[in-house]
């Protein structure tokens, strides 16, 4: 089953520390027990834009959907055995410790 790790940062974490930023560890765990699909870092969401479709208009937004402090830094994408296995490597990524990681399954169209 697949799982969405979304990377976010949180205002009311404790302070990144790069020295204890295991990131490189981590993905060798992934890839090691074979569940690694895609991961990856993403622009900051000043480089975000948010599109909309309404009433036959397209509109076109510059920055996040959504006007908070906190916003998604990057993401994983798993195949892993369970949700259990899931939650288990989303608390061992550095980032859950920085931040916050929202684990969400995947819905495949037609399923």
């Keep these: 089953m697949q799982f969405l790790l979304m990377i976010c940062t949180d205002s009311t974490a404790p302070a990144y ?5 295991t990131i490189e560890e981590w993905v060798a765990e992934v890839d090691r027990r ?4 895609a991961g990856d870092r993403l622009r900051p969401p000043s480089d975000a834009r ?3 479709f309404r009433d ?29 296995e899931a939650i288990e490597l989303a608390a061992r990524h550095p980032m859950a410790r920085f ?8 819905w495949p169209l037609g399923g």
């Design 17 to 21: 520390v790069a020295a204890e930023d």
């Design 34 to 37: 074979g569940v690694g699909v």
């Design 50 to 52: 948010t599109v909309t």
């Design 56 to 84: 036959g208009q397209m509109r076109v937004a510059e920055g996040p959907y959504a006007q908070t402090e906190d916003h998604i830094a990057g993401f994983d994408l798993l195949d892993c055995a369970d949700l259990d």
């Design 99 to 106: 931040g916050r990681i929202e684990v969400r399954p995947i």
